[in-house]
């Protein structure tokens, strides 16, 4: 099998380093691909660098362009591109095709934000010695951005980072998840593909030494990161003068407030939560692992949350129907196992469950889960659920913000004073009223506090991230 190339400077490549790309769920090799060499990062970062200012100055007109043409193509290749992310991810088609589908909205977002996108007017006299003055704000682009991605979405988070670097004229250059970076090497071969200047992108599978060399590299000035805590903080502490951006982790929790108790709410509670924890196997940073559950509730919301559980399919995420598919490893599914076995040995009970079968671990929902579990503290990245009772939505909330991450939260309210206590109180990136907090639009603000990260993005949000402003006073109007 040839490698697939990757892209320096727009330009396909190859490397002697290559690197076999394995389907998690049977380990059959999926793809083939090479690290760029020392010698072709380089390449890479110093087009970018010397593009800038090109990139910089290019027409609204063109950057738009360019983005259509990849949002219209990946929309005319989206069965290709969902077979791919499954293979290479392991997640079910259909949660690929809905990658693949917000792959397209993330581009043709970008495109209309880019054309929208424009500075402001400023008033400045207000103070009367200012008379006859104006301030004109724009954004102009930080400089090149480096742009690193996870496993978990390996398409549509490097349209997060790819798609708001072009819209706003700034180059980029992406280094996708060593475990998926097939998906992020097609989103290349369709950028080439445009009119775009050709060190506008690369895209470079490279080992993590090299990714952390590319970190520290001055000609990058924006470094947008996502992945998990530990990668995320080390980066930000070594190059504090660089604007970083982080999209960590999480443990996402909801809450079914006291007024939730219609029946058919119940009903659509657990079949939302039923699903949300477990898509992609869990392996979200916002799917849902905590719910809280108003007592008065628990016996009417638990079986039906265990049957809506029960009620997902297990297997070959190739195969349509399939609900939950195999994690992106064994070693993770082992960590899994290893995490809930901790939880049972504590005094946890198991409500739904069952054993490992290679890298597929069971949907799990637990009970009684101790104060300090991991599968409480932690962020599990598996098919695991923890349900805990509480006594009102104070409580609720209190429990949800009792955590080390803040990213986003799913309250089951009706009530509108409710909804507005939960967005004044909890302390994530985002409130999700009415459903779980897994719900996520390409264009909304988001990320989240305390350990799940600094900044947002979302095509508005990023754009920002990659520009600062800069004033012109006028002087005599
Ligand atoms: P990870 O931190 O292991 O890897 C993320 C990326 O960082 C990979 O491309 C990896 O190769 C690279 N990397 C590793 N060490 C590096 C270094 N020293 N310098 C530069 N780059 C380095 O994360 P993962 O396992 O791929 O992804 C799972 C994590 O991502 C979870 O914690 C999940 O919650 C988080 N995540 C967050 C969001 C969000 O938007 N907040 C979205 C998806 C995933």
Known sequence: ??????????????????????????????????????????????????????????????????????????????????????????????????????????????????????????????????????????????????????????????????????????????????????????????????????????????????????????????????????????????????????????NAAALLCSDWSALEDLDWAAQRIATFSNYQAGQSCIAVQRVYVHEWLEDAFLPRLIAAVEGLKTGDPADEGVDVGPLISEDAARRVESWVDEAVASGATIAVGGRREGATYPPTVLTGVPAGAKVLAEEVFGPVLVVERVTDDAAGFAAINDSAFGLQAGVFTRNLQTAFTAHRTLQVGGVIIGDVPSYRADQMPYGGVKGSGVGREGLRSAMDDYTEPRVMVLTGL
């Open 1 to 250: 099998m040839e490698p697939t190339p990757f892209y320096v400077a727009g330009r396909q490549d190859v490397s002697d380093e290559v690197v076999d790309i394995r389907h998690p769920f049977d380990g059959a090799a999926v793809g083939r691909t090479s690290y760029a060499t020392p010698d072709q990062v380089e390449r890479a970062v110093a087009a970018a660098s010397s593009v800038a200012a090109e990139a910089a100055a290019l027409p609204a007109a063109a950057r738009a362009a360019a983005l259509d043409h990849v949002s219209r193509t990946l929309a005319e290749r989206a069965d290709e591109v969902a077979r791919l992310i499954t293979a290479e991810n392991g997640k079910p088609l259909k949660w690929a095709r809905a990658e693949a589908a917000r792959a397209v909205s993330t581009f043709r977002w970008a495109a209309e934000e880019a054309r929208r996108f424009s500075g402001e007017l400023q008033r400045l006299d207000t103070d009367p010695a200012a008379a006859g003055r104006m301030a004109v704000v724009r954004r102009f682009p930080r400089g090149p951005v480096l742009g690193i991605s996870p496993f978990n979405f390996p398409l549509n988070l490097v349209a997060h980072k790819v798609a708001p670097a072009l819209a706003v004229g700034a180059p980029i250059v992406v280094k996708p998840a060593p475990a998926t970076p097939l998906s992020a090497l097609l989103l290349g071969s369709i950028l080439a593909e445009t009119d775009l200047p050709p060190g506008m992108f690369s895209v470079l599978p490279v080992p993590n030494d090299r990714a952390a060399a590319l970190v520290a590299d001055p000609r990058l000035p924006v470094v947008s990161f996502t992945g998990s805590g530990p990668v995320g903080f080390g980066i930000r502490e070594a190059v504090p003068h660089k604007h970083v951006t982080l999209e960590l982790g999480g």
